[in-house]
């Protein structure tokens, strides 16, 4: 079951004895726990049937025991076991529990960061029960429709340059994604489409003044535009540091690059799938192809290694952050 259908299930109170929840996705396995500890029991159980373990401050001994006992006064009892990386040694003294779980009880394990080598016995035994449930970070091709179905659940309208600014700048940080929409939507009346002004001025980003806009200026070859955000960016390297800059642009002159080699091969959908882009950025990598070739993305990519180098005091000690970007920047665009 993907993310979606456990959510539905638990509405559906379809529980299951075990839920091992792992990976790096944090913000699907905080919500699935919350949403079974709201649901599972009424407030007037959850006294004597509801028990939450840390695996840092916890044994493996004390959770097999209260998983063992009988609800008191209830249909099931349950044990949340948050933290439960921190037991990763020794997850095998739960296979005899995991082979005949209680069933009165439902014990759930947040496993966060990593997922559950599943070549070994524990990891087999869960998989093939059906407990074992993974979660990947969100790719950043797929972080648009996972904010306008955030933005739908909080019935909020997002304009598409609005999704596309939300993505670039919280990234696959969903949690920091929903609060920021729950910001927004405070601040609309009911009907009201969020343009990319407001996440501007309300999520804390200054407008021409953020790697979005500098990426959407290369783009379109406008030197002006490009060569004004670098000069900001060197005036402010706190918020603006250059090995940012130098990765960002990278990665959009490697994505262009895969662009120039697939475009003629493939549908639009297969195309952006390939380079890894949600198909909305189609635009602006068609946009670039005509002015960036693959011999100059070929040049681009060198000059960023090097002045990658030179920041890092590689070649030159004395070239200041601000001077290196505007070189940078000019020598990528012409």
Not at 59 to 69: E, F, G, H, N, P
Not at 76 to 103: D, G, M, T
Not at 155 to 181: C, H, M, P, Q, R
Request: charged share 25%.
């Amino acid at each position: 079951m993907n993310f979606k259908e456990i959510i539905k299930s638990i509405e559906n109170r379809n529980f299951l004895p075990i839920y091992f929840l792992n990976g790096e996705n944090t913000y699907f396995i905080d919500k699935i726990s919350e949403k079974i500890l709201d649901s599972v029991l009424e407030e007037s159980e959850k006294d004597f049937n509801q028990t939450i373990f840390y695996g840092k401050d916890t044994s493996i001994d004390s959770i097999l025991d209260a998983s063992k006992r009988y609800p008191v006064m209830a249909s099931v009892q349950l044990i949340v076991v948050k933290e439960a990386q921190h037991l990763s040694r020794n997850l095998n003294q739960f296979e005899k529990y995991f082979k005949k779980p209680v069933p009165t009880t439902i014990l759930v394990f947040c496993f966060k960061g990593k997922k559950l080598d599943k070549r070994k016995a524990i990891g087999k035994l869960l998989s093939k029960s059906n407990y074992l449930f993974d979660f990947d970070l969100v790719k950043d091709y797929q972080l648009p429709d996972w904010i306008l179905s955030c933005a739908k659940t909080n019935n909020l309208i997002l304009e598409s340059k609005a999704v596309v600014l939300l993505s670039e700048f919280l990234g696959n940080d969903l949690s920091e994604i929903e609060k920021n929409i729950q910001k927004l939507k405070l601040l609309v009346v009911e009907g009201q489409t969020v343009d990319i002004e407001m996440v501007q001025k309300h999520i804390g980003f200054s407008k021409d003044f953020n790697l979005f806009e500098l990426t959407d200026a290369i783009a379109a070859m406008n030197v002006q535009k490009a060569g004004f955000i670098a000069y900001h960016f060197g005036k402010n390297s706190k918020n603006h540091p250059l090995v940012l800059t130098i990765g960002h642009l990278y990665g959009f002159f490697t994505k262009l690059m895969k662009f120039h080699f697939y475009v003629d091969k493939l549908g639009d959908n297969q195309l952006a799938g390939k380079i890894g882009v949600h198909p909305f950025f189609l635009k602006q990598y068609k946009q670039a192809s005509k002015f960036y070739s693959k011999s100059k993305l070929a040049q681009n990519l060198s000059f960023l290694r090097h002045y990658d180098l030179m920041s890092k005091g590689v070649f030159s000690q004395t070239t200041s952050q601000e001077e290196i970007l505007k070189e940078m920047i000019f020598k990528i665009m012409h």
